[in-house]
């Protein structure tokens, strides 16, 4: 069992910054993914980010403006958001798999994960 806890999350205003960080309980694969996924009140749960071994994959809606990036010596993984927008509001969620084989552009749907954190408030004014 892997338990993820979230750390980051907070208010800032629209052009501002903010990096989450997700560490691990144990080590994990640095094969495996992990990921970001966030979900705004009355939305599905939405894929952010993810990086495994083959790299890094991000969703249309943030690229250029987030980079997601791992310390394995840590057992953590960070999400760098630059450039927020009210829009990029939600709660963030870090995400773990196990399959040392996916790549990071197959690993962009919640079922591709085995554990969750918690999830940490990102809230961006106008």
């Known amino acids: 069992q892997v338990q993820l806890v979230e750390s980051g999350g907070g208010l800032v205003q629209a052009g501002g910054s903010l990096r989450l960080s997700c560490t691990a309980s144990?080590?994990?694969?640095?094969?495996?993914?992990m990921g970001w996924f966030r979900q705004a009140p009355g939305k599905g749960r939405e894929f952010v980010a993810c990086?495994?071994?083959?790299?890094?994959n991000l969703a249309d809606s943030v690229k250029g403006r987030f980079t997601i990036s791992r310390d394995n010596a840590k057992n953590t993984v960070y999400l760098q958001m630059n450039s927020l927008k009210p829009e990029d509001t939600a709660v963030y969620y870090c995400?773990?798999?196990?399959?040392?084989?996916?790549?990071?552009?197959?690993?962009?749907?919640?079922?591709?994960?085995?554990?969750w954190g918690q999830g940490t408030q990102v809230t961006v004014s106008s």
């Open positions: 995400a773990a798999g196990t399959s040392g084989f996916a790549t990071a552009q197959e690993t962009i749907h919640p079922r591709d994960y085995d554990y």
């Open positions: 144990r080590r994990t694969s640095s094969r495996s993914a």
């Open positions: 990086i495994s071994w083959s790299g890094s």
